[in-house]
């Protein structure tokens, strides 16, 4: 199958972030873009290329790091919290001037520590208010006004003690927005329960409640996500240190199903359920260059494996109107859109590349804009229609 070149931009500009360093990003919520730079910026797109969130960090200390895996693996592997050595100066709400195509910071708000991940509450229907979570040392809650963001609530399961284990990632349920799950490098997922007297964020303090913390791997837990399978709010998998794709569900936490295990044991750091599909979903390695896409309904069998990269795959997007459609991003600067609606015979090729400046940390695709697809590289974010 011929692979055609993926070339036309539609960004309004390449927004160059303060330090050059690499990036992992993802989509938070519906239509906005998230991009975190691991010595730089978290950069935040929202609905029509409306809204921007940066984080600035100044280094303070790095000694050792590990520049092919994030930072809470680094961690992991050299004995050492890596995340203790950063300083957050602020974060940015940068909002996007139409008639300039130019970004300008609406306002800011201080956060403690850089964040692992940061998500906007699913909200299609325009319900609630701006509610920003960020997971970190912590997970934090933010109300996002007009002109000033404040602390909701800080959630934190381990009131006993002055330290705690950081946060690798977490996801917000879609189905039911006051559930939210974490994943932890103590080898453990919590999931946590939001509380108002009233509607959600329509009080003056969210706040919240460990609903169940299970040892969820063997070892540090990457990545979390709910699963629309089952009505959307019940199950959900994660992956970890182990080399482990486990999932689970809320109404028997008795018991998990291993769905998959990597041959060699690599450490598992993303995954991602298809948006139309909930019986497939896709995870990578670390320094992996293939992604393997797996079926629930066959546990421990890949059906596919993407393998065109030429370096370490970064980042994973299902197309979020098709069920055949996903991008890859990784180390060899391009982003790769397959079509799978042929498996279980092999993908050979991917039916569009790109090829930007420079290594591409993560890949989303806007799911209320399906013609948009964010990359972000060396100190750019760009926006490209597909």
Partial sequence: MECRSWSQKACIQILPLPLSSSAVFS?????????????????????SLSWLLSLRLRVVQCQDCHQGSGVFAAASEKQMFTWLHFVVLQV?????????????????????YPTTKLMWIPDTKG??????????????VWRVGETETRLECLLNNNKNSDFCAPLTSFDWNE??????????IDTTCTIWGLETGQVLGRVNLVSGHVKTQLIAHDKEVYDIAFSRAGGGRDMFASVGADGSVRMFDLRHLEHSTIIYEDPQHHPLLRLCWNKQDPNYLATMAMDGMEVVILDVRVPCTPVARLNN??????GIAWAPHSSCHICTAADDHQALIWD????PRAIEDPILAYTAEGEINNVQWASTQPDWIAICYNNCLEILRV
């Fill in 127 to 140: 319900v609630y208010p701006d509610l920003l979570a960020t997971s970190g040392d912590y997970l934090r």
């Fill in 175 to 184: 189905v039911d927005p006051y559930l939210l799950g974490t994943s932890s």
């Fill in 309 to 314: 990269h030429r370096a370490c795959v970064n």
């Fill in 92 to 112: 940015q709400l940068v909002g996007l001037d139409e008639e300039s195509s130019e970004f300008i910071c609406r306002n800011t708000f201080d956060h403690p």
């Fill in 27 to 47: 989509e938070l919520s519906p239509g906005v873009w998230v991009s975190c730079v691991r010595s730089g910026l978290v950069v935040l797109d929202g609905l």
């Fill in 340 to 343: 799978i609606q042929q498996m």
